[in-house]
T-cell receptor, first 112, second 114 residues
Framework: AQSVTQLDSHVSVSEGTPVLLRCNYS??????LFWYVQHPNKGLQLLLK??????LVKGINGFEAEFKKSETSFHLTKPSAHMSDAAEYFC??????????FGKGTSLLVTP | DTGVSQDPRHKITKRGQNVTFRCDPI?????LYWYRQTLGQGPEFLTY????????KSRLLSDRFSAERPKGSFSTLEIQRTEQGDSAMYLC????????????FGPGTRLTVL
């Protein structure tokens, strides 16, 4: 079985401060892991993906995530939040090569 | 616009009616996926096609649901005898197996069953 747990349903940060969105995964095999972002009234967009090539993965818009097998974690970070980062973020795992298993999401609020 | 498109964007129907949604994938993407997202939850996988073949169906896809991709291009998802529990956002995604298989999502069809 494969699943992800997003540890925070809501995260609030001030503009210009670091962002940390936490995700733990459960997988019987070497997983593919992803972070997707969903802005209101827009489609899901891939931020970054891990497929075993490198444990530190850089994505779009300054986001990055580190795969830690010993901790079964794949946390998403960004050094400095921007107002436009406010959105819903999903941690995703896939073993099958087709079905994506999404977490419940973390809503990121960025305050001025 | 060369992204994934879905039609309609919104659908309101009465319980017991049938509804059909359409998804047009990115041109030449050979894989197409359907997901369902309810309020406050992440999307859940329903089914996927490689070309015109439906290769996998989730147990979430009850007998009232049917999906087709007749010519390996656009796809339709039909729900028969809709129930209030079918109210959700239905998302379509497409990918190309030979190009990293990244799934690109459409904007979704929001279904409300009264």
């Amino acid at each position: 079985a494969q699943s992800v747990t997003q540890l925070d349903s809501h995260v609030s940060v001030s503009e210009g401060t670091p962002v940390l969105l936490r995700c733990n995964y459960s997988s019987s095999y070497s997983p593919s892991l992803f972070w997707y972002v969903q802005h209101p009234n827009k489609g899901l967009q891939l931020l970054l993906k891990y497929t075993s090539a490198a444990t530190l993965v850089k994505g779009i818009n300054g986001f990055e995530a580190e795969f830690k097998k010993s901790e079964t974690s794949f946390h998403l970070t960004k050094p400095s939040a921007h107002m436009s980062d406010a959105a819903e973020y999903f941690c995703v795992v896939s073993n099958s090569g087709y079905a994506l298993n999404f977490g419940k999401g973390t809503s990121l609020l960025v305050t001025p | 616009d060369t992204g994934v498109s879905q039609d309609p964007r919104h659908k309101i129907t009465k319980r017991g009616q049938n509804v059909t949604f359409r998804c047009d994938p990115i041109s030449e993407h050979n894989r197409l996926y359907w997901y369902r997202q309810t309020l406050g939850q992440g999307p859940e996988f329903l089914t996927y096609f490689q070309n015109e073949a439906q290769l996998e169906k989730s147990r979430l896809l009850s007998d009232r649901f049917s999906a087709e991709r007749p010519k390996g291009s656009f796809s339709t998802l039909e729900i028969q005898r809709t129930e209030q529990g079918d109210s959700a956002m239905y998302l379509c995604a497409s990918s190309h197996r030979g190009l990293g298989n990244e799934q690109f999502f459409g904007p979704g069809t929001r279904l409300t069953v009264l």
